[in-house]
């Protein structure tokens, strides 16, 4: 059987740290695969104008696969300063690379799951009743959709009079807004799809049917943004009825934030809007370890993007030995490995994971509850290519 060839954008900062290690394991375990370097991220703003080139969106084009690190991205102003002098003025604008990923290919449904480990220190644990210390069992699945709502990038400063005459027809606009000088105004917009909408409702759905999760969650505010969230509670509810063993629950998120750390053992599958979703994800994953070990997957028709949720972390890519956890870059390949069927292969790592940290003997610097300095090396902790190591050891 050929090979198959992944896209390799380890992007900015750390994810030139986490990508090549998480890869390493892919081989140890027996995977086979050719990796294509892609371009991707601030590096090629600052030089070319585009953090997404278009040779990047014709390798996925290509290939359908990718692996994806980790991106630096910065206000506008910053944006702006840093770009090469010869490209100035030139409107260029900078927008996300993968924000950019998702939309050009419609990757409209992420996933991410938040499930503890055994051993790892970093799990929540709670104070029960009796005064007895707790540690819940948190298996929590979120299904953000990916392409809408305020990551839109529909918006303005200043806005044009087109824009300004069609807000001036909704009579909230008028009396909250209509008073303030056009050019101190900054519009975002929130917009969602009914197809979108469904969408990832139905996934989320499938999914806690097809793993035996017996609740999806929709969590949004529709109490306030009533249309928006509205319809997308709406369609939970008709979506709801195809799927008699899973029930519907609906939270609004500034409730599910606090209810996340009182019961999170309660909660299975959860669906929500983009912003919602990247915030009670983040949420989650605080509780099963933090961002170390935070895997997502960005999922379309054809093409497919895993990544891991944390960001660039520029500080920590300047180290002459890096120390960051690659576990989340680890976890998110095997969620690769299953979405092309390759599922025994996905195990393996993710056993071999799950022994690492249940032994505790190899632990990096967040899993020891050190700040993340050089000098954690010296103190005990695990380098990320001794905690790569110690995960190929358990695939043997």
Not at 59 to 81: R, V, Y
Not at 112 to 139: H, M, Q, W, Y
Not at 384 to 389: E, G, I, K, L, R
Request: aromatic share 8%; proline share 6%; with cysteine.
């Amino acid at each position: 059987m050929p090979k198959r060839t992944i896209v390799s954008m380890p992007g900015d900062g750390i994810g030139n740290a986490v990508l090549p290690e998480a890869i390493r394991v892919l081989d140890a375990a027996g995977f086979e695969a050719e990796y294509v370097h892609a371009d991707i991220g601030w590096e090629f703003w600052c030089k070319e104008g585009n953090p997404l080139p278009q040779r990047t969106i014709d390798l996925l084009e290509k290939h359908k696969i990718g692996l994806f690190g980790a991106i630096t991205s910065k206000p506008k102003s910053d944006a702006d300063a840093e770009l090469a002098p010869e490209l100035r003025g030139q409107g260029l604008v900078y927008f996300s690379p993968i924000v950019g990923l998702r939309q050009h290919f419609d990757l409209d449904k992420c996933v991410r799951p938040c499930r503890t480990f055994k051993g790892n220190p970093l799990n929540f644990i709670r104070r029960g009743a009796d005064g007895s210390v707790e540690e819940p069992e948190v298996d929590v699945v979120v299904f953000r959709q990916n392409t809408e709502c305020l990551y839109g990038g529909v918006e303005w400063s200043n806005p044009p009079d087109l824009v300004y005459e069609a807000l001036m027809s909704h009579p909230k606009f008028q009396q909250n807004f209509g008073s303030a000088p056009r050019e101190e105004l900054a519009i975002s917009t929130r917009i969602f799809t009914r197809r979108a909408t469904e969408r990832i409702l139905r996934a989320a759905f499938e999914h806690a049917r097809e793993f035996g999760y017996k609740s999806v969650t929709v969590c949004e505010k529709p109490n306030v943004i009533r249309e928006t969230s509205g319809m997308m509670l709406a369609l939970g509810k008709q979506i709801a009825k195809e799927y008699p063993g899973v029930a519907l629950w609906d939270t609004n998120i500034d409730a599910q934030m606090m209810w996340l750390t009182k019961n999170p053992e309660d909660y299975g599958v959860i669906v929500a809007g983009n912003m919602f979703g990247d915030i009670i994800s983040d949420g989650f994953a605080g509780l099963v370890g933090g961002l170390g070990f935070a895997c997502s997957a960005n999922i379309g028709e054809e093409v497919a993007i895993f990544e891991p949720t944390h960001g660039s972390a520029p500080k920590y890519a300047e180290y002459e030995i890096s120390i960051v956890n690659p576990i989340a870059m680890i976890l998110s390949t095997c969620m690769m490995l299953d979405h092309i069927g390759e599922t025994e292969t996905a195990a393996l790592i993710r056993n071999a994971v799950a022994e690492v940290v249940a032994e505790g003997k190899v632990r990096t610097y967040d899993m020891m509850k050190m700040r993340g300095r050089p000098e954690v090396l010296q103190q005990g902790a695990a380098s990320t290519t001794q905690m790569t190591d110690a995960i190929i050891a358990k695939l043997r």
